[in-house]
């Protein structure tokens, strides 16, 4: 399970990857070779599907069903605006209003933003609260253009 905070000026996602009882780390924000950052919940081998698509500018129009996209959040920026996927419209929407969070915790993120925590407290507060959210948390800072990724526990 996956949650994913963007904030306005950060984006922060957990690492934590569950598959019933199997729990395994996994870095969920990448960088594009087109500049475009984004992040992803869900099947991992769809979200893999969308990064290349992303990567490579096309359409998901034909290439994916609505049924495969309700099986995925994601989150992409690109040139300060936030876009997110929605399977009803078949591609992805501008984000209306930050800050903005996705996946199995998203709504205790975003009220944790709301409150005033940047997305990675968010996350780590999330952690505290939902066993499908870990405290192992990667960080893309827009402003300085870097990553913080975690390190994984062995």
Known sequence: MTTIAFD?????ADTQI????????AHKIFL???GIVCAGAGDWGL??????????????TGVLTKKQLSEVDMLYLKEGQCYELN???MGYMPCTCTPVAIGSGS???WAFMVAGMSAKKAIEATSKVRSCTNN??????FKRKA???????E
Do not use: C, W
Not at 8 to 12: F, V
Not at 18 to 25: A, D, E, N, V
Not at 136 to 141: K, S
């Open 87 to 89: 399977a009803s419209y």
């Open 47 to 60: 979200l893999n599907r969308l990064r290349d698509l992303l990567a490579q500018g096309k359409k998901l």
């Open 147 to 153: 990553f913080s990724l975690a390190n994984f526990p």
């Open 32 to 34: 594009l070779p087109n």
């Open 8 to 12: 306005g000026k950060t984006l922060a």
């Open 136 to 141: 192992v948390i990667d960080v893309y800072d």
């Open 18 to 25: 569950s598959q019933k009882l199997f729990k395994s780390y």
């Open 107 to 109: 709504e205790i993120a």
